[in-house]
């Protein structure tokens, strides 16, 4: 199984696939595609630094799924819906039992969030732009389910997710 969490910076999805991590009853991994990209390059990537970046997400998710582990949660930010569609279809070559979820918030819950993230995480200043950025983005043709996490915990997000998997929505 392949979980993937995906949103603007700050919605929660790193607390939330490392909760997912220990909660969900599979042996699972959490695979964090900003950190990987972040290795990559330190600025803004472009699109052959992204598909390098992609490249060690599948190739990292398929050898986890070939050792011990039952599922696979993959978290980052992704830049279009296009994008993340083609990924979806790689994802889907490597386990056919993929979900996701993509996570949201209001303006003011990111801005608090991002208030109370380490030095070396936050967006600072940038938040709002960033936000608008990512809000403009492309999601007419949605995959999996969309989660606003505005004014819930980790916890009750992390059920809602259980729950979702439990009933397949989110389901690719």
Do not use: W
């Amino acid at each position: 199984m392949i979980l993937l969490i995906h949103g603007n910076a700050g919605v929660g999805k790193s607390t939330v696939a490392q909760m997912l991590n220990e909660t969900i009853p599979q042996e699972s991994i959490v695979v964090e595609v900003d950190k990987l990209r972040y290795n990559v390059v330190d600025q803004r990537v472009n699109t052959t630094q992204l598909d390098l970046v992609d490249q060690q997400v599948l190739t990292a998710t398929k050898a986890f799924l070939d050792t011990k582990y039952e599922a696979v949660i993959i978290e980052g930010v992704y830049p279009s819906q296009k994008h993340l569609n083609k990924v979806v279809e790689q994802l889907h070559k490597i386990d056919p039992e993929v979900y996701v979820y993509r996570l949201d918030c209001s303006l003011r819950e990111n801005v608090k969030r991002d208030e109370n993230r380490d030095d070396d995480l936050t967006v600072g200043k940038q938040v709002k732009e960033v936000f608008k950025e990512f809000d403009q983005l492309e999601h007419k043709e949605e995959l999996g389910e969309v989660i606003d996490t505005t004014g819930l915990t980790p916890k009750v997000t992390i059920d809602k997710i259980e729950d979702l998997i439990k009933n397949r929505k989110g389901s690719v």
